[in-house]
């Protein structure tokens, strides 16, 4: 069961902590628009004028008192969905708030884009809300990891906007939301590293209709964490006004002195059901219903201002009368506006300033190649991060095992790990563990603080250690990543580039070190997604990648790694591919193979054998982008050979090469003289028997009969 809260006094002589009285007013102001509002939209939603509503009621004295305690425009703030009386406390506006309840084009907080409460305010350092619940947290982390690391290094530190020494992160939840793996995650890093962060739990006991027993062992999440390393935890009765504030004053204290992270568990009330798609009455008893009504927050604080003298009933019947008067105009203000036009539907993706697909990025034919040796592709990208980070400061490196040695007085006496496949080798050597360094083993830890640390305006190349294992991280990719530019109406962005290992053709690698699965990332919109074969072109993509403002996975076959077929010279340190330019790799007339990744040498080979015995003349191009896609060059090649075949290493059914045919099956039909062929791995996982892995995984022979079969088409 829950524990019993701690109840302070309500009537008279309550020590007012310091407080002003005009402040103690502002506060009940506060509280008593975001109540309106809600009431306010309530009435919307029934007349259908709005498509969603969630109430805060219950939960206005914790968020307008911790409010007071932060600096706006100085502090970071990662709110929940929740929170709007935070977001009035920081500043925002009632009218705001009914924009994006209209679903309106002049939204501030997404243009339209997200439901009501999904707050944003750059001004105010309130990153924009996603839905998912516990994303948030990692995020936080990595946004107060920001200025942990400027602090550490100077050349960073006038890089990072605006960086002040004391700058403090809130990160918002409720008590639901820290069943979430990534809570603990989070507050991994932030013992770990001491940072400067507060996680307000907002505890109404209710996560929809799960109370918090089930959520919690004991029922009590800082019970639970009393003993948690560098954690400092605080509870409060957060329907109290006075409670509120001098605990949310302690916390953010403790964070803003450097003393490390703090956690403030404040008890709360949810005196509506969860949102108005909800009827708690299936899942409350009616008691339960009654007695909540006695917490609620904004009585509690009209007793404390009556009690203590502060305003009497005539004072606080006007101030009601006045807000419920500037509620209702906004409201009807917000309602004339219209929402976004059809036409915007495709904005904010991506980058509308720097485009990677464009001329800027393609130094490609001014290749500066520099020495007699052929690299690997795993010299080629190591040398990229190294003059990358060279070049820019706020670059930084990290992943599991990324770094040389997280021990730093050992460096001396070992070569160092530099990742699993050395890619990273040497740059925690050259450029200091301030930039280079290992994470714990979560990699949604891995992205989520990316993200955060790319807010804060570094430059994020972070590693996964193997595609395979990717998959605790797909969240914070897909929903987080992916969507932030979009869902902010390109208030913020976090261009962080995911370098993953992957692929298969290891004899011995089964079922999870060999995984391809691209489509399902580039079927994300708003994430760019690589895949080189060659050393040079690797180095060139990579380059891009990190130069651009838009998120990128960038896959690295690691069969290709260390091949000699795909070994290539230094090409210089501004040599940049653009993302969504292909290259014919081998010129033919009869046949197009569209080939990514491991496919291409196989298609090479085959071509090769095709051409000496059958004089069949075969185009190659390699994709080197599957996200966006050159549909220019597959037209070019496809009007020219008229026949077409897409070899790649994915599984057959629903793999990249299904995008690719349904597009020239729609633009390119005419021109084709026969089927479009596919040459993929079979619909099944690689086994660890090379010769099962053999039979799953497309080869030259596969390709090969393709070839003639579609020749002799
Ligand atoms: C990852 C994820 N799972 C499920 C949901 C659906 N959902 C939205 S709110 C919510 C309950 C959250 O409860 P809590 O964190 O206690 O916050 P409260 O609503 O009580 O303020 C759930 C399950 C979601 N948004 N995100
Ligand atoms: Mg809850």
Known sequence: MATKIP?????????????????LLEMYHLMLTSRLLDEQEMRLKRQSKIFFQLSAAGHEAIQVAIARHIRPGSDWLYLYYRDRPFALAMGQSPFEHLLQAVAAEEDPASGGRQMPYHFSDPALRTVSVSSPVGTQYLQGVGTAEAGYRAKMEPEIRKLIEDFEDDEVVIVCSGEGATSEGEFWEALNTACNLKLPIVFLIEDNEYAISVPVEVQTPGGNISRLLAEFPNLHVVRCDGTDLLD?????????????????????????????????????????????????????????????????????????????AKLKEMVSQASDRALEYSQPGPETANRWLYSEEVDPTSDCFDTENELRE????????????????????????????????????????????????????????????????????NTPLAEANIVGRAIGLAIRGFKPVVEIQFFDYIWPAFQQIRNELATLRYRSGNDWAAPVVIRVPFGGYLK??????????????????????????????????LRTAIRCEDPVLFLEHKHLYRQVHNKGLYPGDNFMIPFGKAKVVRPGSDLTVIACGALVKRSVDAAKIAWERDGIDVEIIDLRSLSPLDMDLVGESVRKTHKVIVAHEDALSFGIGAEIVARIADQLFSWLDGPVKRVAAKDVWVAYSPQLEKATLPQVDDVLSAIEELSAY
Not at 7 to 23: F, I, V
Request: glycine fraction near 10%; aromatic fraction near 4%.
């Open 7 to 23: 109840q302070p006094e309500t009537t008279s002589a309550r020590d007012l902590h310091g407080l002003d009285p005009a402040e």
């Open 508 to 541: 011995g690698g089964s079922l999870y070190h060999s995984q391809t699965g691209a489509s399902i990332f580039a079927q994300t919109p708003g994430l760019r997604v690589i895949l080189p074969s060659t050393a040079q072109d690797a180095n060139g993509l």
């Open 370 to 437: 520099e020495g007699s040796d052929k690299h690997t592709m795993v010299d080629l990208l190591n040398a990229c991060l190294r003059d990358e980070m060279e070049r820019d400061p706020r670059i930084v490196c990290f992943g599991q095992d990324v770094a040389d040695a997280s021990r730093e007085e050992i460096l001396d006496q070992v070569p160092g790990k530099g990742g699993v496949f050395k890619v990273t080798h040497g740059l925690q050597r050259r450029f200091g563990s301030c930039r280079v360094f």
């Open 244 to 320: 509120s504030w001098a605990k949310g004053g302690e916390v953010i204290e403790h964070c803003r002195k450097g003393r490390g992270p703090a956690l403030l568990h404040a008890h709360t009330v949810r005196l509506n059901s969860h949102s108005e798609s909800d009827d708690d009455r299936v899942y409350c008893s009616a008691i339960e219903r009654v007695e909540r009504e006695t917490r609620d927050p904004l009585l509690r604080a009209r007793t404390l201002l009556l009690d203590e003298g502060l305003a009497d009933e005539d004072e606080l019947e006007s101030i009601a």
